[in-house]
């Protein structure tokens, strides 16, 4: 079946500093890879659509310049957050679908845990 | 704006027991909805999709569009059903279309 790694599974950083977190499809090429974001007890909320090449398209109240994303291949999508805060503190999960809009499943990561001292 | 609701945080029966996991949703056009499943310990997975009209693990769900619900159906529960159960929608078109999740249902099932 279709697997999407996460690396890393968890991650502890101070205040101030940036954090990549990598997505990929092992088994499959992801035209489009989406990261959401989890807060403890709550549902999935969607962060933003990343489109392999083009730039990624954030959900309202979103702050683009703080959660960078980039899609350089079919198998890789980066969200790099920047100055990262005790309130970035979260459970991001990335999910990757092959086919384009209103195509294919999509496929889960396993998430990674990012705690902002 | 789409919006999916599962009314129920938490839902226990007893093994063998008939299990409905509610999801009503809103959304201007026509949706694709989703049901998954998040086995402890485990990463979200997907459990079933309205077009596909399957049955996985003895579970169903049928769109109701008059009602605009999606509820999760099965028969008899088994103890390995127990599990966070979310409904998620996408809206059609081109475009950006992430899913949109409901709060999730934690089933329990009681031996």
């Known amino acids: 079946g279709a697997v999407v790694s996460q690396h890393p599974s968890r991650v502890i950083c101070k205040s101030g500093t940036s954090v990549k977190i990598e997505c990929r499809s092992l088994?499959?090429?992801?035209?489009?890879m989406f990261w959401y974001r989890q807060f403890p007890k709550q549902s999935l909320m969607l962060m933003a659509t990343?489109?392999?090449?083009?730039?990624?398209?954030?959900e309202q109240g979103v702050e683009k310049d703080k959660f960078l994303i980039n899609h350089a291949s079919l198998t890789l999508s980066t969200l790099t957050v920047t100055s990262a805060h005790p309130e970035d503190s979260s459970f991001y999960i990335c999910s990757a679908r092959a086919g384009g809009p209103g195509t294919g499943t999509q496929y889960f990561g396993p998430g990674t845990r990012l705690t902002v001292l | 704006a789409q919006r999916v609701t599962q009314p129920e945080k938490l839902l226990s029966v007893f093994k063998g027991a008939p299990v409905e996991l509610k999801c009503n949703y809103s959304?201007?056009?026509?949706?694709?909805l989703f049901w998954y499943v998040q086995y402890s310990r485990q990463r979200l997975q997907l459990l079933l999709r309205h077009i596909s009209r399957e049955s996985i693990k003895g579970f169903t769900a049928d769109l109701n569009k008059g009602e605009t619900s999606f509820h999760l159906k099965k028969p008899f529960a088994q103890e390995e059903d127990s599990a966070m159960y979310y409904c998620?929608?996408?809206?059609?078109?081109?475009?950006?279309?992430?899913?949109?999740f409901g709060k999730g249902t934690h089933l329990i099932i009681q031996p």
């Open positions: 998620a929608l996408s809206g059609s078109g081109g475009g950006a279309d992430g899913l949109t």
């Open positions: 959304y201007s056009g026509s949706p694709e």
């Open positions: 088994d499959f090429q992801a035209t489009t």
């Open positions: 990343s489109n392999e090449g083009s730039k990624a398209t954030y």
